[in-house]
């Protein structure tokens, strides 16, 4: 599937004005992701389908989806977690959770040291964060949770011949679920000790990533950490963390610090 020069610059001010998500030099990218999208609903006109997501916001959020998604699994990047600390950590944001492996995998985390915080997870698709709460995943998104913490924490189930696991229910009510748009809707009135938002900004733009990491910036408290993806930096942007590691980065105590 080939799009033409209107076609794509229509794809993108689309995408762009809903979600903030920068598609420029991404053309075969798109191009990919709408001829799967087109095979698996029938569709056979690029135009005619311009003018439903023109037309119809809940289709463009599901393409919008379609875009986004990225592979994932448990304990992905799961380095940063070193920084969760159960005597300062009582709150965390997962600020583009998508299927809910991350937010799970924090909690996971925590409760082996020995704590439950307050896990807040986001995400702007509705649809997927329905799968993250439904808390059932396939055997290879699970490839680097050893068997015991597999026993603990989930039930095994069969469908098909194939091996399904289910978050205990214990578990997903420990985990607050709620669809949201970083770029256009408030942050979350509290301030949390850890956001993460991870593999998020690699589709924005400069203006974009700027707007919001300021935004996160204010939902964090003083000394609080903010983990982005290890493909993702904050070098070109204007910011006021402090660089701990790489991906990792903290507030300031006071607001008159400068960032590192």
């Known amino acids: 599937m080939q799009l033409n020069e209107r ?3 229509k794809f993108k001010e689309l995408i762009y004005k809903a979600s903030g998500i920068n598609l420029d030099g991404k053309a075969q990218l798109l191009e990919t992701r709408l001829a799967k999208w087109f095979r698996k609903t029938g569709e056979t006109s690029i135009d005619d389908y311009l003018f439903r997501l023109s037309s119809d916001p809940v289709e463009l959020s599901s393409f919008i989806d379609v875009i986004a998604t990225t592979h994932t699994f448990f304990f992905r990047e799961s380095k940063p977690y070193e920084y969760i600390d159960k005597d300062s950590c009582r709150s965390i944001w997962c600020a583009a959770c998508a299927s809910g492996e991350e937010p ?12 439950a915080p307050y896990i807040l997870a986001t995400d702007i698709s509705g649809k997927i964060l329905e799968k993250a709460e439904t808390g059932i ?5 699970l490839r680097h949770i050893s068997r015991p913490l597999k026993d603990m924490y989930f039930i ?7 091996t399904f696991y289910k978050i205990r229910s214990e578990l997903k009510k420990q985990v607050v679920f709620e669809q949201s748009n970083l770029l256009t809707d408030a942050a979350p009135e509290r301030h949390f000790d850890i956001i993460f938002c991870r593999n ?9 990533k700027n707007r919001l990491v300021e935004k996160l910036y204010y939902a964090l408290r003083p000394e609080g950490y ?5 493909a993702e930096s904050l070098s070109l942007l204007e910011h006021r963390f402090h660089f701990i590691a790489p991906s990792v980065y903290q507030k300031p105590s006071s607001p008159h610090q400068s960032d590192t």
């Open 200 to 208: 998020v900004m690699i589709y924005f733009d400069l203006a974009t």
């Open 226 to 230: 903010f983990i982005i993806g290890g």
């Open 104 to 115: 799970y995998s924090i909690l996971i985390d925590c409760l082996e040291k020995g704590f």
């Open 7 to 9: 076609q794509f610059e």
């Open 137 to 141: 995943y396939p055997e290879d998104r």
């Open 156 to 162: 095994a189930e069969q469908n098909f011949g194939e």
